[in-house]
């Protein structure tokens, strides 16, 4: 578990954010990989949303191998094998049932469970999950609640998800538990479904300069 927690914070800490993005039509998805890429967030998050997110996350990992790829709204064990064999570099979860962290748990490549509340998330750091997803971040407390639980779970890093737009993300970057954040406001679904990678460009290339605590 600790060699994969490792792989997970290297992966969190190549860019201060992780766009997430649900695709309709997988043909989009190297081009928008690249375009996340090549502004300076390597990281992206494809969400298990839709019909053929699967076959999305498989051409970002076949055609865009510079993008690390990771499959987002895991929520039963099946689809870690199907997130697997489809080329994911990594699982998200938006929340995580004792039988989900069982099976993230024995999965061969790292993952990052959802959590929203400090029980949860001291139940999945006994089961060796260092790195966790808050999620929905701004409405479980946002920034305050990570500097509140930064005390007494020391051990513990967050990529807060949910809530967070350009606006709010410098704040939880500023947490000093915070690896990174996901949102939205990176891919939105009108630009992703319209194509206008030129737009996404200069919306991934001023998160990229965000700056971290």
């Not at 927690?5 to 989009?28: F, G, Q, Y």
């Not at 959590?115 to 139940?123: D, K, L, N």
């Not at 020391?154 to 939880?172: E, K, V």
Request: aromatic content about 2%; some cysteine; charged content about 15%.
């Amino acid at each position: 578990m600790r060699d994969r927690t490792n792989i997970l914070l290297a992966i969190a800490a190549r860019a201060p954010v992780i766009p997430v993005v649900t695709i309709e039509d997988p043909s989009l998805a190297p081009a928008l990989a690249a375009t996340l890429v090549e502004a300076g967030l390597p990281v992206v998050e494809v969400t298990l949303r839709t019909p053929r997110a699967l076959d999305a996350i498989r051409a970002i990992a076949r055609h865009a191998p510079e993008a690390v790829v990771l499959a987002g709204t895991i929520v039963t064990p099946s689809q870690i094998g199907e997130a697997i064999d489809a080329g994911a570099a990594a699982l998200v979860t938006p929340g995580t049932s004792p039988g989900l962290a069982d099976a993230l748990a024995a999965a061969p490549i790292p993952a990052m469970p959802g959590c929203a509340t400090v029980s949860e998330a001291m139940a999945l750091h006994e089961r060796g999950f260092d790195l966790l997803k808050l999620f929905p971040a701004a409405a479980s407390g946002g920034p305050a609640w990570l500097k509140g639980i930064a005390g007494p779970l020391p051990g513990l890093r967050f990529c807060p998800t949910g809530g967070i737009d350009a606006q709010s993300a410098p704040a939880y970057l500023a947490c000093p538990n915070v690896a990174c954040v996901g949102g939205t406001w990176v891919t939105p679904a009108t630009l992703v479904a319209a194509g206008d990678l030129a737009a996404i460009g200069r919306l991934a290339r001023a998160a990229a300069a965000l700056m971290r605590g």
